[in-house]
C-alpha cells in the first residue's frame, strides 16, 4: 500500500512535555488511535488519507510518559472496517486497553465475539463527510441492535452542522451514545448561542448520551498558544468543554487523539493537552469522573 503521508498531514509531536497537571491513579486516555505499522496492517483501500505508522508501542510509551494507566483505543477510518492493528495492541496491552470497532453488516456473531474476547467495547459510526462515504442508517441501525445485546455502546463523530439532519436516528441509538469531540462545535459562536444549545439540549433529553470533552486542538480557532498568565492553551474551547463537564460531569470522558490524524497547522504537544484538563473539570472530584470513573464504568464495568 501506499505509505507516503498525505500532503501536509503531520506526524505526532516527538518528545511531548511532562504535563504540569497530575493525573489522578488510574487516569483513562479514553480516545487514542494505532495506525498500522503499513506493512503488518495494511491501511483501508477506501480511505480518504494515509497516516504515518503510529505504533502500540509508541502509544503505550506515551501513555506511560503522561502518566495514564489504561487507554482506549478507537478505529480510525484509515484502517475501515479492518480492526486487525486496534486488536493486536489491546491484546498487546495486558488488560489496560479496550476498543472501539468499525463493523459493517456483514460482521458474523464470531467476529463480534472474538473482538469481545479482545476488549472492544463499541463501535464507531463516523458521519463526518471528509473522512467517509455514506453509509444507509438501516445498516448502522442493524448493527446497533446486535452490538446493543452485547452489551457495547456506540460512538458518534459527526460536525455540528449534521446534527439536526441526524438528531432523529442519533436519538433512535438502543444503546449508551458517546459523542467524539463534543459534535465539533463552532467555537467562533457564543458558547450560549442556538448551535451549542441544540449539542446541549441532545444531552439533556437523553441520558444515554454521553460525550468525549477532547480536541481543543481540532476546534480552536484562538490555537496553541497561552496569553500571559494563567489563560489556557485553545482558551476559545475552554466554555464549550467546561460547559458539558460541569452540566453531565458522570457522562464525559477525556482523551489525547493521539497521534492526531489529519491535523494541517499545528502539530499539538500531548504534554500541553494533559495541561488543558484542569480548565475545563475545575475540581478534583471532576477531575476524577472525567478520567478514571466514567472511563472505568464504561469500558471496565467488571472492575468497579
Ligand atoms: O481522530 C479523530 O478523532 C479525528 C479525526 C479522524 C478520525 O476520527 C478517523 O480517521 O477515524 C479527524 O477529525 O480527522
Not at 78 to 93: E, I, K
Not at 126 to 154: C, Q, Y
Not at 233 to 239: F, G, L, T
Request: glycine share 6%.
Amino acid at each position: 500500500g501506499d505509505f507516503t503521508k498525505t500532503a501536509g498531514w503531520l506526524d505526532w509531536y516527538t518528545g511531548p512535555s511532562k504535563p504540569r497537571f497530575q493525573l489522578p491513579a488510574g487516569a483513562v486516555d479514553a480516545h487514542c488511535h494505532v495506525f498500522g505499522p503499513g506493512a503488518e496492517f495494511p491501511y483501508a483501500p477506501e480511505r480518504k488519507y494515509t497516516p504515518c505508522d503510529a505504533s502500540k508501542h509508541e502509544l503505550f510509551a506515551l501513555r506511560d510518559h503522561l502518566g495514564f494507566a489504561r487507554n482506549v483505543i478507537v478505529q480510525a477510518t484509515c484502517h475501515g472496517a479492518d480492526n486487525r492493528a486496534m486488536v493486536d495492541a489491546c491484546l498487546a496491552s495486558g488488560g489496560k486497553a479496550r476498543g472501539v470497532a468499525t463493523v459493517r453488516r456483514s460482521v458474523t456473531d464470531e467476529e463480534l465475539q472474538a473482538l469481545h474476547a479482545a476488549g472492544v467495547r463499541g463501535v464507531r459510526f463516523n458521519f463526518v463527510k471528509r473522512l467517509v462515504d455514506f453509509t444507509p442508517k438501516d445498516e448502522l441501525m442493524e448493527i446497533a441492535s446486535r452490538i446493543a445485546r452485547l452489551g457495547w455502546h456506540v460512538v458518534i463523530y459527526f460536525e455540528a452542522v449534521d446534527l439536526p439532519e441526524l438528531w432523529d436516528f442519533f436519538t433512535s441509538l438502543p444503546t449508551t451514545v458517546v459523542v467524539d469531540h463534543m459534535g465539533r462545535p463552532d467555537v467562533s459562536k457564543p458558547v450560549d448561542g442556538p448551535e451549542f444549545a441544540l449539542f446541549l439540549k441532545f444531552m439533556r433529553e437523553h441520558p444515554n448520551v454521553w460525550s468525549k470533552v477532547s480536541c481543543p486542538e481540532r476546534l480552536s480557532v484562538t490555537g496553541p498558544k497561552a496569553l500571559q498568565g494563567e489563560q489556557a492553551a485553545y482558551r476559545d474551547v475552554v466554555p464549550f468543554a467546561r460547559k458539558v463537564v460541569e452540566e453531565f460531569p458522570d457522562r464525559v470522558l477525556w482523551g489525547t487523539d493521539w497521534p492526531h490524524p489529519n491535523l494541517k497547522d499545528h502539530m499539538p504537544d500531548d504534554g500541553l493537552l494533559v495541561d488543558f484538563i484542569p480548565y475545563i473539570a475545575p475540581t478534583a472530584e471532576l477531575q476524577r469522573k472525567l478520567l478514571v470513573d466514567n472511563p472505568m464504568r464504561l469500558y471496565w464495568p467488571e472492575e468497579v
